[in-house]
């Protein structure tokens, strides 16, 4: 459980809830915050694992670069979101009446590569009156909450994540039409099925967190399929409880900034056919993370 504490010296860290979120007070992104604000920043997200910020009326290059002091950027892809012209590496996710909001499953980014990424940092550009909020989930304390029975069971095993269970769903069937099922196919084909542990120490502080989602996860590896559908079932439901989460209501400049290692997210599709706009950056290394 956390609370306001003194050991930040530059900021100011509102907790949302016991288990997960606060908020970051009396900073602004840009210009560039020195370096002991960066380190304080990181420390509140290995505590917190999602981290808001409002009122951060910030140009997309200079979203770019205080993402960048965190770890290397990932180029955005033209595929299930746009492009920004002159700032590569944002993801630009848009919905409104033509394009209705279809993110709103619990997921890590990254959790079908190889290598997932660290962290994934939103700006909001515009959005709805009320409505559209994202819901994050502790993987941390759903795993602390698990039985003793169903922590020995998940321990030593791994699951396989594929990319097309959800990106082959008929729910991102907008996604495949005209050129982009080009660009997504090649999306697929570079993201075949990959296993992870069920269960991972997080590479800063240690804490297990459970890795599983049900918008990706398709099977625990080396099990029945009928053991592994009820097994996957259960955890994803377990996950699910409010008591994992907390819940973040855009405005306008809003930023959200979480670490994808011990945390699920869930856009709630609830605004159609409102515009949605936000801007979004994908962290793949931690570059503070051996400060800590």
Same mark, same amino acid.
């Given at each position: 459980?956390?609370?306001?504490?003194?050991?930040?010296?530059?900021?100011?860290?509102?907790?949302?809830?016991?288990?997960?979120? /606060?908020?970051?007070?009396?900073?602004?992104?840009?210009?560039?915050?020195?370096?002991?604000?960066?380190?304080?920043? %990181?420390?509140?997200?290995?505590?917190?694992?999602?981290?808001?910020?409002?009122?951060?009326?910030?140009?997309?290059?200079?979203? *770019?670069?205080? $993402?960048?002091?965190?770890?290397?950027?990932?180029?955005?892809?033209? /595929?299930?979101?746009?492009?920004?012209?002159?700032?590569?590496?944002?993801? !630009?996710?848009?919905?409104?009446?033509?394009?209705?909001?279809? !993110?709103? %499953?619990?997921?890590?980014?990254?959790?079908?590569?190889? @290598?997932?990424?660290?962290?994934?940092?939103? &700006?909001?550009?515009?959005?709805?009156?009320?409505?559209?909020?994202?819901?994050?989930?502790?993987?941390?304390?759903?795993?602390?909450?698990?039985?003793?029975?169903?922590? /020995?069971? !998940? @321990?030593?095993?791994?699951?396989? &994540?594929?990319?097309?269970?959800?990106?082959?769903?008929?729910?991102?069937?907008? $996604?495949?039409?005209?050129?982009?099922?080009?660009?997504?196919?090649?999306?697929?084909?570079?993201?075949?099925?990959?296993? %992870?542990?069920?269960?991972?120490?997080? *590479?800063?502080?240690?804490?297990?967190?459970?890795?599983?989602?049900?918008?990706?996860?398709?099977?625990?590896?080396?099990?029945?399929?009928?053991?592994?559908?009820?097994?996957?079932?259960?955890?994803?439901? %377990?996950?699910?409880?409010?008591?994992?989460?907390?819940?973040?209501?855009?405005?306008?400049?809003?930023?959200?900034?979480?670490?994808?290692?011990?945390?699920?997210?869930?856009?709630?599709?609830?605004?159609?056919?409102?515009?949605?706009?936000?801007?979004?950056?994908?962290?793949?290394?931690?570059?503070?993370?051996?400060?800590?």
């Amino acid at each position: 459980m956390f609370r306001p504490v003194d050991i930040y010296e530059h900021i100011t860290v509102l907790p949302v809830t016991p288990v997960i979120g /606060a908020e970051v007070a009396d900073v602004s992104l840009a210009p560039m915050p020195d370096d002991e604000v960066l380190k304080e920043i %990181h420390l509140a997200l290995m505590r917190h694992q999602v981290l808001f910020f409002r009122d951060q009326d910030i140009a997309p290059a200079d979203f *770019a670069a205080f $993402s960048r002091r965190y770890g290397r950027l990932r180029k955005a892809r033209k /595929a299930a979101f746009e492009l920004l012209e002159g700032a590569p590496e944002v993801a !630009v996710i848009v919905n409104d009446e033509e394009r209705p909001p279809n !993110v709103n %499953h619990f997921h890590p980014d990254g959790i079908f590569r190889d @290598q997932p990424e660290f962290a994934s940092i939103l &700006h909001a550009q515009e959005v709805p009156p009320y409505g559209g909020d994202t819901v994050f989930v502790s993987m941390t304390a759903a795993y602390e909450a698990l039985s003793d029975e169903m922590k /020995a069971y !998940v @321990q030593d095993k791994t699951a396989t &994540h594929d990319f097309m269970k959800l990106h082959g769903s008929p729910q991102k069937a907008r $996604s495949w039409k005209g050129d982009n099922a080009e660009r997504m196919a090649a999306m697929a084909k570079d993201h075949p099925p990959i296993s %992870h542990p069920m269960v991972r120490p997080h *590479a800063v502080t240690g804490i297990p967190s459970l890795y599983v989602s049900e918008s990706f996860t398709s099977k625990i590896d080396g099990v029945p399929k009928a053991e592994s559908d009820a097994k996957l079932l259960e955890l994803f439901r %377990h996950y699910e409880r409010p008591e994992f989460q907390c819940r973040f209501q855009w405005r306008d400049h809003s930023i959200a900034f979480w670490d994808n290692r011990a945390t699920l997210h869930y856009a709630v599709a609830d605004y159609w056919p409102q515009k949605r706009l936000m801007n979004r950056l994908t962290i793949e290394t931690d570059a503070l993370g051996s400060d800590i």
